[in-house]
């Protein structure tokens, strides 16, 4: 059933998310970060500084973190800052993607590429395809979903960037395994394991064990 899938994705989300909150949180880089915060002048650096505190409480404390994208969206806009502008609306449609805001997420990853396209940032290049394929996926529009990913995958393997490349194939197992492509999915699933496994990922090689077990479990091929 495809709501069981989108359950077993969701608490593997959950359990990422989790895993990075935890692993980069750190209350006393917070508070040294507002520290700087507040006598930084309204420059391109303090747009930087609203980035990292994004950051930092994006899965602790949804409204900061929303309230601080919105400063960092608006001071980037002043300073027709574009890498800022670009950050800013990916942080913003991850938090209305959390919510369950897809038609908004959407919109602020769309503005995200047309940032990205501007400054030509590699990392927000690829991070906005990716994030906008997610959109997608989650309004049940999988052509456009797979049109994005690739465009990821294309711009990570363009750019060499092994965390990209292999993000961008989990994406397009994780597509295919929604709508039942298994074959395609498990291609999609090794090739994100094999990558991972080049940078020694042992979260995401866990992640990318349990999507291909579930696969051979569905596709009842269970000596596999």
């Not at 800013?88 to 769309?110: I, W």
Request: proline share 1%; aromatic share 10%.
């Amino acid at each position: 059933m495809l709501h069981c899938t989108y359950i077993r994705i969701g608490l593997a989300l959950i359990i990422t998310a989790f895993f990075f909150s935890v692993k980069g949180q750190n209350s006393a880089e917070t508070d040294s970060l507002f520290q700087l915060l507040s006598k930084s002048a309204e420059d391109t650096n303090k747009v930087r500084i609203l980035h990292q505190l994004v950051k930092a409480h994006e899965y602790t404390d949804f409204e900061k973190a929303i309230e601080l994208a919105n400063q960092q969206y608006e001071l980037s806009k002043k300073l027709d800052y574009q890498w800022g502008i670009g950050k800013a609306e990916l942080n913003l449609g991850f938090q209305d993607m959390v919510q369950g805001n897809y038609d908004e997420a959407l919109a602020h990853y769309l503005n995200s590429s047309a940032a990205a396209e501007i400054c030509q940032d590699p990392i927000l290049l690829v991070d906005a395809a990716s994030s906008t394929g997610q959109a997608y996926m989650r309004k049940n529009r999988p052509s456009e979903a797979i049109k994005y990913y690739h465009q990821s995958l294309k711009l990570s393997e363009q750019f060499e960037d092994t965390w990209g490349i292999a993000t961008a194939y989990s994406d397009l197992a994780i597509l295919h395994q929604e709508y039942k492509d298994n074959t395609r999915a498990l291609e999609y699933n090794l090739k994100a394991l094999e990558t991972f496994r080049s940078i020694n990922e042992k979260d995401r090689i866990a992640l990318q064990l349990v999507n291909i077990g579930i696969i051979f479990q569905e596709t009842e091929e269970y000596d596999k």
